[in-house]
C-alpha cells in the first residue's frame, strides 16, 4: 500500500493568488460609486430666518421664494412681479394659501411688495416660513 505524502509541506507553502481578491475589491469600489449619489439637488438656496415662536404648515399653499439678491421664484421659474400678480389672482380664485420664503438677506421691501399684493388680491392666508431654534 502506497500512501501519498504531503508534499506541499516538504516544499513550502503556495502562494496565494491575489488577484480574485483585487477583483472583488474593485467591484465593490465600483458599486459603492454608481449607488451613491453624488449629485447635488437643484433648487433656490434660501436661508431661512429663525423664530421661537413659529408652527408648522399643514394644507397645501403657493410657495413664493425670494432670494439673497430679490429674485422672485415659484416652482423653480423666475417671475417678474406682473407674473407674479396674474400666478396670485389664480391662486386668490382657487381660495389657496401663500407661503413666503425669503432669504434673510432678501430686501425686506420686496417681501412687504410681495405680501402687500397677496392682500390687494384678497388672499387672507399668508404665511413665512423660518426655521425654529
Avoid at 421664494?65 to 422672485?72: D, K, L, P, T, Y
Avoid at 380664485?93 to 407661503?99: D, E
Avoid at 397677496?118 to 425654529?132: E, F, H, M, P
Amino acid at each position: 500500500m502506497h500512501f501519498k505524502r504531503h508534499t506541499e509541506l516538504e516544499h513550502g507553502l503556495k502562494p496565494i493568488d491575489i488577484a480574485p481578491l483585487i477583483d472583488m475589491v474593485f467591484q465593490l469600489l465600483i458599486f459603492f460609486m454608481l449607488t451613491s449619489s453624488f449629485i447635488m439637488q437643484p433648487g433656490i438656496k434660501v436661508n431661512l430666518p429663525k423664530a421661537v415662536t413659529s408652527e408648522v404648515v399643514k394644507y397645501e399653499n403657493v410657495e413664493v421664494v425670494i432670494s439673497s439678491e430679490n429674485v422672485i421664484y415659484i416652482n423653480g421659474k423666475v417671475l417678474n412681479l406682473q407674473e407674479l400678480k396674474t400666478l396670485l389672482k389664480q391662486a386668490a380664485g382657487a381660495k389657496g394659501s401663500i407661503l413666503i420664503k425669503a432669504d434673510r438677506r432678501a430686501s425686506l421691501g420686496r417681501i412687504v411688495e410681495v405680501w402687500d399684493m397677496c392682500r390687494d388680491l384678497g388672499i387672507t392666508q399668508i404665511n413665512i416660513a423660518t426655521n425654529q431654534e
